[in-house]
């Protein structure tokens, strides 16, 4: 399969190595170093799918393009669109046209993300009680000095979608009501620390993330009737580390299993190898998903506005 890169930044250099031989060119209107400045003066015959790593202003149409001249699409998360009407369109276009549409969540490649999936869906742990998911990395003064990156709701739609997809990863389509607990403007202008909830859940969900860490970190833990689980730091931050306690009953100190990772991120390499397979067995697009992040991205994104204290 041949691809082009769209956005050579930071994420379209990522894209472009683990694309490897499939990668023929890249578009970007300011990187010198790209072929071309725009995506339409790219020949069609040249590439079958595009990754897309760009801003989310111009997703929708783009992707559009793409789709409506049947070409397989990547996009890096979220899949921001003004309304789902719009993320709606985009799948009809691609089901019709018979090509893939993908939002990337590398982190549902990440090994430890994979066992917790899997724990959980076998039901060893019994009931869930509560999930809480802290994403912290240190890029306050990177986002604040960027001319496209400290706007918005700053923290809540980069790192937020990666949590809530999460959710939707190890618990399946259910829509829980997510609520902001608390919104920060510590050093930048837009939101750099928030925290949002569902209580009424089930599991109850908590999700705090934060441009604040100095040094990068991921911690999950889930709480259950028969024991808990938790994963330390991503494979990229390594040791990466997941550990499982089962419950002694009444009380005492629980069996544990635990499994530590130190290895390169293998994310991108897998997650670009699940995309061309799915481009080319014929998987049929399915962005329902991306309909209830971009609907709770928004609202979360208006109330943590509304909230943000310095």
Aim: charged letters at 25%.
């Amino acid at each position: 399969m041949k691809s082009i890169v769209v956005g050579l930044g930071v994420q379209g250099y990522k894209r472009r190595e683990h694309a490897g031989n499939d990668y023929v060119a890249s578009v970007d209107p300011v990187n010198k170093e790209a072929d071309y400045c725009e995506l339409k003066d790219v020949p069609l015959s040249c590439y079958d799918a595009a990754l897309c790593c760009i801003p989310d202003g111009p997703k929708f149409e783009t992707i559009r393009y793409l789709l409506e001249n049947g070409k397989h699409a990547l996009v890096e998360k979220p899949l921001w669109a003004s309304n789902e009407k719009e993320i709606d369109e985009l799948e009809r276009l691609a089901r019709s046209r018979g090509v893939f549409c993908y939002t990337a969540y590398n982190h549902r490649f990440e090994p430890h993300f994979v066992r917790m999936r899997d724990l959980l869906s076998s039901g060893e742990l019994g009931n869930v009680y509560s999930c809480r998911m802290f994403y912290g990395n240190g890029t306050a003064r990177l986002v604040r000095e960027s001319q496209w990156r400290d706007k918005g709701a700053g923290v809540l739609p980069d790192l937020g979608s990666h949590l809530l997809d999460t959710v939707r990863f190890w618990f399946g389509d259910e829509e829980p009501r997510i609520s902001v607990y608390a919104s920060h403007c510590f050093e930048n202008t837009s939101p750099d620390h928030v925290i949002v909830g569902a209580e009424g859940a089930h599991p109850r969900i908590e999700l705090e993330m934060t441009l604040l860490m100095w040094r990068n970190h991921f911690t999950c833990d889930v709480l259950a009737e028969n024991g808990t689980a938790h994963i330390s730091s991503l494979c990229k931050w390594g040791p990466s580390s997941f550990v499982v306690r089962r419950r002694i009953l009444p009380s005492g100190r629980p069996p544990e299993e635990s499994v530590t990772l130190i290895q390169d991120d293998p994310t991108w390499a897998l997650e670009y190898k699940f995309f061309v397979d799915a481009c080319t067995s014929g998987r049929q697009t399915e962005l329902q998903s991306d309909m209830w992040l971009n609907r709770t991205i928004r609202e979360l994104s208006a109330e943590a506005l509304k909230r943000a204290t310095p």
